[in-house]
T-cell receptor, first 120, second 112 residues
């Protein structure tokens, strides 16, 4: 498997423009996570999906941020309009949950390479 | 609210030394804990995952332990090498919230 794929790897845009980040999770994984990493705040969970359904978006900073997962192999994170304070590295991760011995296990997270976003 | 702390924030050791990285969490009701490595400008690479029912996991020179009752996990690196230089993060998957909460990381430098 190619792992989690993110595009673009780098994005430079001007304040006010719309930005769309893309993610392809590992095939068969049922959880997808979007994170943001900055020097000041570290790694923050923005939103996660289970079987394409958004479960918790409480980490999304503002209404300018939205995320979708139209199918099991694709997700987008959109920022509109973008602001300089949105500059960060955005990571997508996926994992596979499983049932074993009557217990439910949340699996190992696999991260994509990230998208470095710069908003001027 | 789950809080995850990693101490020390930075560590510099000579090559060959055995070392321990610490991860503390405030809510012991967790599903699992995962240790990651992040190289500068790169994504996160999973090192070890410990389920809440387990006490430790080993992979090569790495050994991670989990003590839920005390809210602690340690990552032991044996015979450190310059290639081990990276930032190490722990992440806790908390029951009820179904979220991974990350620590701020320990930046490790192994000197040749």
């Amino acid at each position: 498997d190619a792992g989690v794929i993110q595009s673009p790897r780098h994005e430079v845009t001007e304040m006010g423009q719309e930005v769309t980040l893309r993610c392809k999770p590992i095939s068969g994984h049922d959880y997808l996570f979007w994170y943001r990493q900055t020097m000041m705040r570290g790694l923050e969970l923005l939103i996660y999906f289970n079987n394409n359904v958004p479960i918790d978006d409480s980490g999304m900073p503002e209404d300018r941020f939205s995320a979708k997962m139209p199918n099991a192999s694709f997700s987008t994170l959109k920022i509109q309009p973008s602001e300089p304070r949105d500059s960060a590295v955005y990571f997508c991760a996926s994992s596979l949950s499983r049932l074993a011995g009557g217990l439910f296990y949340y699996g190992e997270q696999f991260f994509g390479p990230g998208t470095r976003l710069t908003v001027l | 609210k789950q809080e995850v702390t990693q101490i020390p924030a930075a560590l510099s050791v000579p090559e060959g030394e055995n070392l321990v990285l610490n991860c503390s969490f405030t809510d012991s009701a967790i599903y699992n804990l995962q240790w990651f490595r992040q190289d500068p400008g790169k994504g996160l690479t999973s090192l070890l995952l410990i389920q809440s029912s387990q006490r430790e996991q080993t992979s090569g020179r790495l050994n991670a332990s989990l003590d839920k009752s005390s809210g602690r996990s340690t990552l032991y690196i044996a015979a450190s090498q310059p290639g081990d230089s990276a930032t190490y993060l722990c992440a806790v998957y908390t029951s009820g919230t179904y979220k991974y909460i990350f620590g701020t990381g320990t930046r490790l430098k192994v000197l040749a």
